[in-house]
């Protein structure tokens, strides 16, 4: 059974940082994309940023390119979302996931979403 489990969340100023973590158990890690997802109140959950299953390649929404860097730790069974430069619109829920198929390339496919989630982390951003 995969379990993600979220944390780092919390209440931020406009133009600070954050760093959110995701614990991967209950899979080989190091063989699965990996990503996160974010839903603001009132709206659908979109896509935010996805790593390939060896950290070579990642990608990207247009939102958040720039400002947000996705990495893998695999001795840690670890994924993070380093957020700088944090807007209020970048306010929401964040949701780590994962894909089911190993070794999967096809990052811009996967952000239409995975297969796998976790309960999610709440980051707010005030102005």
């Known amino acids: 059974q995969v379990q993600l489990v979220e944390s780092g969340g919390g209440l931020v100023q406009a133009g600070g940082s954050l760093r959110l973590s995701c614990a991967v158990s209950g899979r080989a890690f190091s063989r699965y994309a990996m990503g996160w997802f974010r839903q603001a109140p009132g709206k659908e959950r979109e896509f935010v940023a996805v790593?390939?299953?060896?950290?070579?390649?990642?990608y990207y929404a247009d939102s958040v390119k720039g400002r947000f860097t996705i990495s893998r730790d695999g001795a840690k069974n670890t994924v993070y979302l380093q957020m700088n430069s944090l807007k209020p619109e970048d306010t929401a829920v964040y949701y780590c996931?994962?894909?089911?198929?190993?070794?999967?390339?096809?990052?811009?496919?996967?952000?239409?979403?995975?297969?796998?989630w976790g309960k999610g982390t709440l980051v707010t951003v005030s102005s």
């Open positions: 996931t994962t894909d089911s198929r190993m070794y999967n390339t096809e990052l811009r496919k996967l952000a239409s979403g995975m297969d796998y």
């Open positions: 790593i390939g299953w060896n950290g070579g390649s990642t």
